[in-house]
Structure formats: structure tokens, C-alpha cells
């Protein structure tokens, strides 16, 4: 008796690409651009956001905010540099930006937020604007 398989040609291709790494290839920590993590808290009246900065200065950190939309830039530096008996053996630099945006539920009050950077750590408490908040319509 003759074994006789069904070739399908839509097999699954996500058994062809298992295991394989989308991210790029890093050799050390050092060429690894920082992330940027986020905690967002709410209350009534504000909205408290802590964002994890590493390595950035004050003056290089940017927040927009238009409406509910918020976003936080900052430019990292970071640089090392062994030296041995007064001259460079080894030396590293990364240069690069971070960059995080997202929409909260309600609109802020541009002018009465409040910005602090310490530690690495960005907070802003960013007050919500009086009627800002959602609108229910009544079906008549």
C-alpha cells in the first residue's frame, strides 16, 4: 500500500520562524540605548507620572503636552574612558535619544503642571482640566 501525504501549502509559519530573534545583535550594555519605563498614577484632581531617565541631564529633557497627549523626550550621553599610565586604552561614547508619548483619559491643565528631575527619575503631576472629563449623552 502506497503512504500517500497531503502537502499543504499554508502550514503554519509560525513553527518556520520559532526561535528566531527579531532584536538586533548587542555586544555589550554599552550600545544599548536606555528605555524609558512609566508609571502613571491617578486621582481625582491629577495625574502623578514617574519616567525612569538614566543618564540624562535636566536641560536635555522635553515634555509636550496637548490636550491628553503627553510625550517626554530626552537625549542621553554617556561616555567612558580607561586610561593607563596617562594615555586612552580604551573608549566608549553612545549618543542617542529616548522618546515615550501616550494619551491619557482626561485633558490636563498645560499651566498648572509641575515638572522635577532627580536620581534619573521624572515626575510631572499634571493637574486635570475642569471639564475636561468625558460627556454622556443622553438617548432620548
Not at 501549502?9 to 509560525?14: E, G, N, Q, V, Y
Given at each position: 500500500?502506497?503512504?500517500?501525504?497531503?502537502?499543504?501549502?499554508?502550514?503554519?509559519?509560525?513553527?518556520?520562524?520559532?526561535?528566531?530573534?527579531?532584536?538586533?545583535?548587542?555586544?555589550?550594555?554599552?550600545?544599548?540605548?536606555?528605555?524609558?519605563?512609566?508609571?502613571?498614577?491617578?486621582?481625582?484632581?491629577?495625574?502623578?507620572?514617574?519616567?525612569?531617565?538614566?543618564?540624562?541631564?535636566?536641560?536635555?529633557?522635553?515634555?509636550?503636552?496637548?490636550?491628553?497627549?503627553?510625550?517626554?523626550?530626552?537625549?542621553?550621553?554617556?561616555?567612558?574612558?580607561?586610561?593607563?599610565?596617562?594615555?586612552?586604552?580604551?573608549?566608549?561614547?553612545?549618543?542617542?535619544?529616548?522618546?515615550?508619548?501616550?494619551?491619557?483619559?482626561?485633558?490636563?491643565?498645560?499651566?498648572?503642571?509641575?515638572?522635577?528631575?532627580?536620581?534619573?527619575?521624572?515626575?510631572?503631576?499634571?493637574?486635570?482640566?475642569?471639564?475636561?472629563?468625558p460627556t454622556k449623552l443622553r438617548v432620548s
Amino acid at each position: 500500500m502506497a503512504n500517500i501525504t497531503r502537502f499543504d501549502p499554508f502550514f503554519d509559519l509560525d513553527d518556520l520562524f520559532r526561535g528566531l530573534r527579531l532584536a538586533p545583535l548587542r555586544r555589550g550594555e554599552e550600545d544599548v540605548a536606555p528605555r524609558m519605563k512609566l508609571e502613571v498614577q491617578e486621582d481625582d484632581e491629577a495625574y502623578t507620572i514617574h519616567a525612569e531617565v538614566p543618564g540624562a541631564k535636566k536641560d536635555d529633557i522635553k515634555v509636550t503636552i496637548d490636550g491628553n497627549q503627553v510625550s517626554i523626550s530626552a537625549e542621553i550621553k554617556r561616555e567612558s574612558e580607561k586610561k593607563e599610565k596617562g594615555r586612552v586604552v580604551h573608549s566608549e561614547r553612545y549618543y542617542g535619544k529616548v522618546y515615550r508619548s501616550f494619551s491619557l483619559d482626561s485633558a490636563v491643565d498645560e499651566g498648572k503642571g509641575s515638572a522635577s528631575y532627580k536620581d534619573g527619575l521624572l515626575e510631572l503631576v499634571l493637574p486635570k482640566k475642569n471639564g475636561g472629563g468625558p460627556t454622556k449623552l443622553r438617548v432620548s
